[in-house]
């Protein structure tokens, strides 16, 4: 995609505030996400396939925490079910600002309500599909279990939830080599040792990883009858929960 490079932590930081999702993020995001979620594009473009599979006629497929509306656009790609819509929730105005007027150069027909608010807070009904595309990371832990009972009970039979993370490990081997393999593969994009270590500073306490096992145990006990993990590159997974 063609937008502006992120060189928001390139230059070195007297102090470095907690990460936020604003106007200079929202100006970078395409790049910056690209170069810094291993499989990143490979995620978003199987969302859609998902999403052409298992969306039902009349019924919601939900991107939440869309940002700039790349899981939303790739949905729309691919439904092909009849009066199915689609709803686009983010709370920062930022990102919601720039998807609206991304979403004036979409010509597709398939209807996309976009709402500038938190997920924790909106109702989720009659929803075939439900997208959370690195966004639960950002949820506080506490917060977690009701907000994905709230998804599961708004999720019609034979529903799915597309969850991708970022996961963390119980053995502090795997932890410290999928670490720097993440590094790895972010200095392989460009980003220098300064700017990693200064974005990493500002995530801390902000992006909250679990283990894969957290997550499906909390899955299956709001009720997802199964989830598994269906793409993994070092630490970032998506995974497919099952109504
Ligand atoms: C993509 N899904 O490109 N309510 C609403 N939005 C939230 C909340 C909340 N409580 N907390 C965080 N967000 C996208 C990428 S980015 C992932 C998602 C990343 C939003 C936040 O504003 C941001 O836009 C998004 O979740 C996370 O497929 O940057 O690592």
Known sequence: MNTPKDSLYASPLSAINRFQFDENVANVFPDMIQRSVPGYATIVHAIGLLAGRFAQPHSFC?????SLGAATLS?????TAAQCQIVAVDSSAAMIKQLQ??????????LVEVQCADIRDIEINHASVVVLNFTLQFIPLADRLVFLKKIYQGLLPGGILILSEKLCFDDPRQEVLQ????HAFKKA??????EI??????LENV????????HQQRLTAVGFSSAEVWFQYFNFASMIALK
Not at 75 to 79: A, D, E, K, S, W
Not at 189 to 194: A, D, I, V
């Open 189 to 194: 994009q460009g980003y220098s040792e300064l």
């Open 62 to 66: 939900y991107d939440l925490g869309c």
């Open 101 to 110: 007027i991304l979403l004036l150069s979409d010509t597709n027909p398939l």
């Open 75 to 79: 949905m729309r790609q691919h439904i």
């Open 207 to 214: 992006l909250i990883p679990e283990t894969f096992l957290q």
């Open 197 to 202: 270590s200064q974005k990493r500073t500002a």
């Open 179 to 182: 670490t720097e393999m993440h």
